[in-house]
């Protein structure tokens, strides 16, 4: 018999079927047993009696397959049961658990879950967050393929940095030296100038940087937009706020369980995100809140009480930060009045998960703007060759995937939305 998932059972009713999954909780009563099984689409109770069927080899996580009939389970007039006819050994369970997996909330630190990575994971609240995180992403591509971008796929293997080498891996490239790519920066524009116009990419990025805090992740997965055409940042931003309110109406519609499992608050996104100058917000950061150390940039903390403040006066749980200095955004970014650029950061739940602007598209201002900040027209040689042939005017964001999945979640560390994070301290497993 073909094998049925778990989630499909409610096809049939009274009738025999074969599922096969881990054994979740065991419970032996005399001359009845109960087996909750899991597959990745849920949980079903088998009922098994013990004096036809022998169950002394079986223990918790041992993979199985179970024949049996689909019944309403007893009292429970919607749930569905297994009354067992025979049970077949795939791979036993040879060690005990190192770690209690089938409680709903693991009382186990973060580092523990970590080193039992692959294990934590079949906790099903815990795999639920692997879960929105791909529908995140697959709904990244679905609006962007939809509104006419095409997908591309950049090397992450690089000569140079985006940002002048700063915070690179660097790697042994046969006779020469190389890079983990720490952005497709440069190849989304190169691809915009190639005449595919609008792009994006879901794909790694490497950052050697040495802080290790719960909002950074040293490998981590970025979506990146860039289009062209455009008449400045605000069509950008414009672009990401449909995008986002259909990724979280996604979310809603396709993982449903799992937001209720991880008792999660999908947040409302405007129909218009609200927009603040960074001035502004650091202006009231200074009178509000009293933090009189910000002139640059915001810190963590000026994150968080500036989406506060957001979030108490236009109630959402996302603000546009526009116009950083020139001294806090690469030579790429346009510039914009005395010293501003015409780029932004959005802020969701008080963290940054958007870094985005409008970039310098002509050839001689871009080669002015490299040499002002110390660089040679030769180190960029081949990012800038495409903007001597006619560039059009374009720009983009990049969202961080376990970031926003952290935040829609509600975690306060950004390596739980990570399969297998890498940051400092870890390279395995």
């Known amino acids: 018999m073909k094998r049925i998932m778990i989630a499909e059972l409610s096809s049939y009713l009274n009738q025999e079927v074969v599922v096969s999954g881990w054994i979740h909780r065991l419970r032996k009563l005399g001359k ?28 918790l996580e041992c993979v199985i397959k179970i024949k049996g009939t689909v019944k309403l389970a007893q009292g429970k007039s919607e749930s569905l049961e297994i009354q067992v006819i025979s049970i077949d050994m795939l791979s036993p369970a040879n060690e005990d658990l190192p770690i209690e997996i089938n409680k709903e909330n693991m009382d186990i630190s973060l580092d523990v879950m970590l080193n039992n990575r692959a294990l934590s994971l079949r906790n099903p609240k815990l795999g639920a967050v692997l879960k929105v995180k791909a529908v995140l992403a697959q709904a990244f591509s679905e609006f962007l393929i939809k509104n006419d971008f ?83 940042e605000y069509e950008i931003m414009e672009l990401e706020n449909r995008l986002l309110d259909f990724m979280m109406k996604e979310v809603e519609s396709k993982c449903k369980e799992e937001l209720e499992l991880l008792g999660a608050q999908l947040p409302k996104v405007p129909s218009e995100i609200p927009k603040m100058k960074l001035s502004e917000a650091i202006s009231i950061l200074n009178q509000k809140y009293n933090l009189n150390d910000l002139q640059t940039d915001l810190s963590p903390k000026g994150e968080k009480l500036i989406s506060e403040y957001i979030k108490g006066e236009f109630n959402s749980d996302f603000v546009f930060i526009t116009h950083y200095p020139q001294s806090k955004r690469p030579m790429y970014t346009m510039p914009y009045g ?83 994070p890498r940051d400092k301290m870890r390279l395995t497993p």
């Open 32 to 59: 009845i047993a109960f087996i909750i099984l899991r597959d990745k689409s849920g949980l079903v109770q088998c009922v098994i009696d013990t004096k036809n069927i022998d169950i002394k080899d079986l223990k």
């Open 150 to 232: 095409t997908q591309i796929f950049t090397p992450k293997i690089v000569a140079q940095g985006t940002e002048g080498g700063s915070n690179l891996f660097e790697l042994n490239y046969f006779e020469t030296k190389a890079y983990l790519a720490q952005s497709p920066q440069f190849y989304k524009q190169m691809m915009v100038g190639a005449g595919f116009e609008r792009v994006f990419e879901i794909g790694h990025v490497y950052r050697a940087e040495t802080h290790n805090t719960k909002r950074h992740l040293n490998e981590y997965v970025s979506l990146d937009v860039e289009f062209g055409f455009i008449q400045d």
């Open 338 to 420: 005395e010293g501003e650029t015409r780029s932004f950061d959005l802020l969701f739940r008080g963290l940054e998960i958007t870094t985005g602007g409008q970039r310098i598209h002509n050839y001689t201002q871009l080669l002015e703007n490299i040499v002002k900040r110390g660089f040679s027209k030769e180190q960029f040689k081949d990012y800038l060759y495409i903007f001597k042939y006619g560039m059009p005017p374009h720009g983009g964001f990049a969202i961080g995937l376990e970031r926003i999945t952290s935040m829609l979640l509600g975690f306060d560390n950004v390596r739980y939305a990570s399969a297998f």
